[in-house]
């Protein structure tokens, strides 16, 4: 357990006995890869967050690629995504040689601002990214009237158990994409899920995971006619989950909603004390939101603060507190500031969140005296 007195990470899975003794049968049963923790991980999520369908990756990242792929993005198309955004966002839209078109967010909740969208629509724009950011759901119902007809892939990387309007994540757009990454709310160590209510996606995605063949290892096994071999109609990839991870799975995804609560109550630890900093402003939860609090990402507003951005989190960090940048703006890393010949101030934002947003630690292995440390800190600072 991490006390005020020791160092605070940036994040820290909770994972202990029932994740180790959800381990031993598939040691012991020999079925390691795609199988049935795997199944029964899927239809566990699916069921939390209101989909026919989840299908299980080995991240969201390889998530984002087959479901830009279901949807048949290729080469001359364009995908818009936020610009403020973790790379991988950006790079499943390149992974299909497709044209990646940045919008502009929403200072106030880091999310890609509908109406820039709207700026962005052309006749080749073939799919839609919302990125729910640190756990905020995008406001999709926005962006469906903004594009109509065109598919949403929502990027639900940071926002297992989140939700709009009483819908989940995931059930909002037309596919959506999960990471189990540790600096998630649940973990499987490196891990994804993809869900949806389209039969044709769910299929297409199924075969893509596994090279593309129309048939699991596992149903091969347990037929009756061992001399089946899968057909393979299409070209795809080893993005498969093992076994380990879908146990694992299963007992972080039964622990999900104890796991939101909890950061939900830390969350209002900090928006209780911060906004006696008056160079911070906290995160923002508009009404209808339930905010899944994967991070907790404040602005510095450096014309007031004693000190920028960076020295802040230097002297916190010498304090033992551990923080970073919200995440970066993706149109300023070199390759696609250089690809598609971008400026900082292009969109101008996504710059400001890049240079002066920072993250505070929030998570499951943090208690109350952490968040009361973290908080004084910044209270005290001068
Ligand atoms: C917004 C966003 N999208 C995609 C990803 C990629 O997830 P993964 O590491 O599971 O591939 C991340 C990971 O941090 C993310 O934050």
């Known amino acids: 357990m991490v006390t005020a007195q020791r160092k605070i990470p940036i994040a820290a899975p909770l994972t202990g006995q029932e994740e180790w003794e959800a381990l031993k049968e598939p040691v012991f049963s020999g079925w390691l890869t795609q199988g049935p923790k795997v199944a029964e991980f899927e239809r566990l999520f699916a069921e939390r967050h209101g989909v026919k369908h989840a299908i299980a990756v080995s991240n969201c990242t390889a998530a984002l690629h087959l479901a830009l792929l279901a949807i048949g993005v290729r080469e001359g198309d364009e995908v818009i995504v936020p610009a403020f955004t973790w790379v991988a966002t950006a790079n499943s839209v390149l992974y299909c040689n497709a044209t990646l078109v940045f919008a502009d967010i929403d200072i106030s909740t880091f999310n890609i601002n509908p109406d820039e969208i709207a700026k962005k629509i052309t006749k080749k724009t073939k799919a839609i990214i919302p990125v729910h950011l640190f756990g905020l759901c995008a406001d999709i119902e926005a962006i469906k009237k903004i594009a109509p007809g065109i598919p949403i892939v929502e990027d639900g990387a940071c926002a297992a158990g989140a939700a709009l309007n009483n819908k989940p994540a995931g059930s909002l757009g037309d596919i959506g994409c999960f990471s189990f990454h540790p600096r998630k709310s649940i973990t499987t160590g490196e891990g994804g899920m993809i869900t949806t209510n389209n039969d044709k996606y769910a299929d297409t995605i199924n075969k893509l995971r596994n090279h593309g063949a129309s048939i699991?290892?596992?149903?091969?096994?347990?037929?009756?006619?061992?001399?089946?071999?899968?057909?393979?109609?299409?070209?795809?990839?080893?993005?498969?989950?093992?076994?380990?991870?879908?146990?694992?799975?299963?007992?972080?995804?039964?622990?999900?909603?104890?796991?939101?609560?909890?950061?939900?109550?830390?969350?209002?630890?900090?928006?209780?004390?911060?906004?006696?900093?008056?160079?911070?402003?906290?995160?923002?939860?508009?009404?209808?939101?339930?905010?899944?609090?994967?991070?907790?990402?404040?602005?510095?507003?450096?014309?007031?603060?004693?000190?920028?951005?960076?020295?802040?989190?230097?002297?916190?960090?010498?304090?033992?507190?551990?923080?970073?940048?919200?995440?970066?703006?993706?149109?300023?890393?070199?390759?696609?500031?250089?690809?598609?010949?971008?400026?900082?101030?292009?969109f101008p934002n996504s710059f400001k969140a890049n240079e002066y947003s920072i993250a505070l630690p929030l998570h499951n292995n943090m208690v109350h005296e952490d968040f009361k440390h973290v908080a004084q800190s910044l209270i005290k600072l001068v």
């Not at 911070?280 to 939860?285: K, Q, T």
């Not at 508009?286 to 000190?307: A, F, I, L, N």
């Not at 010498?318 to 890393?333: N, W, Y």
Request: proline share 8%; aromatic share 12%; charged share 25%.
């Open 216 to 346: 699991s290892e596992e149903s091969r096994h347990h037929g009756p006619k061992p001399y089946i071999l899968p057909a393979f109609d299409m070209v795809g990839y080893n993005y498969r989950m093992t076994d380990l991870q879908g146990a694992v799975g299963i007992v972080q995804l039964k622990k999900l909603d104890r796991f939101i609560e909890e950061r939900q109550k830390f969350a209002e630890i900090y928006t209780g004390e911060l906004p006696s900093v008056p160079w911070l402003s906290v995160p923002s939860v508009p009404s209808g939101y339930r905010h899944g609090w994967q991070s907790y990402v404040c602005m510095v507003d450096e014309t007031k603060s004693p000190k920028s951005r960076n020295e802040i989190m230097e002297f916190l960090e010498q304090k033992g507190i551990s923080t970073r940048p919200g995440t970066h703006a993706v149109h300023m890393l070199g390759y696609y500031a250089g690809k598609y010949k971008l400026k900082p101030l292009d």
